[in-house]
């Protein structure tokens, strides 16, 4: 069974830092997409940032050259690097990867639980 598990959230003061980290794993399963969402009370989720399996990356606008998303094909691990975090960031944060499994042709889509993030001013 292919497993999403995150970790690295917290509280954090305004300007502050905090690391993600998402390992996605399974026997047959292979990363293509992985990356974070967000989701704030009150609030659409809404994408954070994704690097794909030719090693792009997307951000949101909103946290272009504060975030780094960066992935360890090896650990099958992915990275979201927080710096300069606003109160504005404080969100639930989960992590979805996009792989495929061995015999299938499909892409398969998988979620974690999700990790809090909470920002003070």
């Known amino acids: 069974q292919v497993q999403v598990v995150e970790s690295g959230g917290g509280l954090v003061q305004a300007g502050g830092s905090l690391r993600l980290s998402c390992t996605a794993s399974?026997?047959?399963?292979?990363?293509?997409?992985i990356g974070w969402d967000r989701q704030a009370p009150g609030k659409q989720r809404e994408l954070v940032a994704r690097?794909?399996?030719?090693?792009?990356?997307n951000y949101a606008d909103s946290v272009k050259g504060r975030f780094t998303i960066s992935r360890d094909n090896a650990k099958n691990t992915v990275y979201l690097q927080m710096n300069s975090l606003k109160p504005d960031d404080t969100a639930v944060y989960y992590c979805?990867?996009?792989?495929?499994?061995?015999?299938?042709?499909?892409?398969?889509?998988?979620w974690g639980q999700g990790t809090q993030v909470t920002v003070s001013s």
């Open positions: 979805n990867a996009y792989g495929t499994k061995a015999g299938r042709p499909e892409m398969f889509e998988y």
């Open positions: 690097i794909s399996g030719d090693d792009s990356l």
């Open positions: 399974g026997s047959t399963f292979s990363i293509n997409t």
